[in-house]
C-alpha cells in the first residue's frame, strides 16, 4: 500500500499555481490544476531546468529553461526540447493538508 507524508498546506499552493517542495528528502513540484492537486519530480527531464520556477498553463507545466512542456497529470511531454517524461507520484488531500507517496 502507498505510503503517503505531508507535503504542503493546500493554502500554500492556490489554484492555477505551482510550487517546489522537498519531501523526505526529495524535491518534488506540487501543482494545482482547476483546484486538484498533481506533484511530479521538480527537475525537467531535458537539462534538470527546475519546473517550479516555470509556469502552469492549460494544465501543462512549461520549464523555465528551453520552454519544454510537460501534461501536469501525467508527465507526459508536451512540447520539445524535452523527450522524456517526468516522474507522477500519487496525491491525496486530507482536510488541510496535502499527502504525496514517494514510492511508485
Ligand atoms: S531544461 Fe527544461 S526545456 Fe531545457
Known amino acids: 500500500m502507498a505510503n503517503f507524508v505531508s507535503a504542503a498546506k493546500v493554502t500554500e499552493v492556490p489554484p492555477g499555481q505551482m510550487k517546489s517542495f522537498v519531501v523526505a528528502g526529495t524535491r518534488i513540484l506540487l501543482a494545482n490544476w ?33 520552454g519544454g512542456r510537460f501534461d501536469v497529470r501525467t508527465g507526459a511531454v508536451t512540447a520539445l526540447p524535452p523527450l522524456l517524461p517526468i516522474k507522477t507520484f500519487p496525491v491525496r488531500v486530507e482536510g488541510e493538508t496535502v499527502l504525496v507517496s514517494l514510492d511508485g
Open 34 to 66: 482547476e483546484g486538484t492537486f498533481f506533484a511530479t519530480q521538480d527537475l525537467c527531464t531535458h537539462d534538470n531546468g527546475t519546473l517550479g520556477e516555470g509556469e502552469l498553463r492549460d494544465g501543462e507545466i512549461e520549464c523555465p529553461r528551453h
